[in-house]
Nanobody
Framework: QVQLVESGGGLVQAGGSLRLSCASSQSIFSFNVMGWYRQAPGKQRELVASITGGGSRDYADSVKGRFTISRDNAKNTVYLQMNSLKPEDTAVYYC????????????????WGQGTQVTVSS
């Protein structure tokens, strides 16, 4: 029943910036972790950035210092600000929301958006 809708992708030259948005149909307080993943052609999906309910953030080494994940609770939206983009950042970017019980017990719920294409030209 949860829907995640990404937007903000596009074509940008190397060194440019994009801001991705992920709008959730449910309150983002419902989720333990929200994050952004990406998948380039022929490669596995990888975690780019995440943010916990407590506000802790984590980033892949490849984007650290360039990307910033943030949220707007009132709008039920998570953002990914991407600066200093490189051609290797080209991928489909997916929003993810994870919900699980305390101490890893109980059901686990893992939701995904349909993705937004980011293409960085050199």
């Amino acid at each position: 029943q949860v829907q995640l809708v990404e937007s903000g992708g596009g074509l940008v030259q190397a060194g440019g910036s994009l801001r991705l948005s992920c709008a959730s149909s449910q309150s983002i307080f419902s989720f333990n972790v929200m994050g952004w993943y990406r998948q380039a052609p022929g490669k596995q999906r990888e975690l780019v950035a995440s943010i916990t309910g407590g506000g802790s953030r984590d980033y892949a080494d490849s984007v650290k210092g360039r990307f910033t994940i943030s949220r707007d609770n009132a709008k039920n939206t998570v953002y990914l600000q991407m600066n200093s983009l490189k051609p290797e950042d080209t991928a489909v970017y997916y929003c993810n929301a994870l919900k699980y019980g305390d101490y890893g017990l109980g059901p686990r719920y893992d939701y995904w958006g349909q993705g937004t294409q980011v293409t960085v030209s050199s």
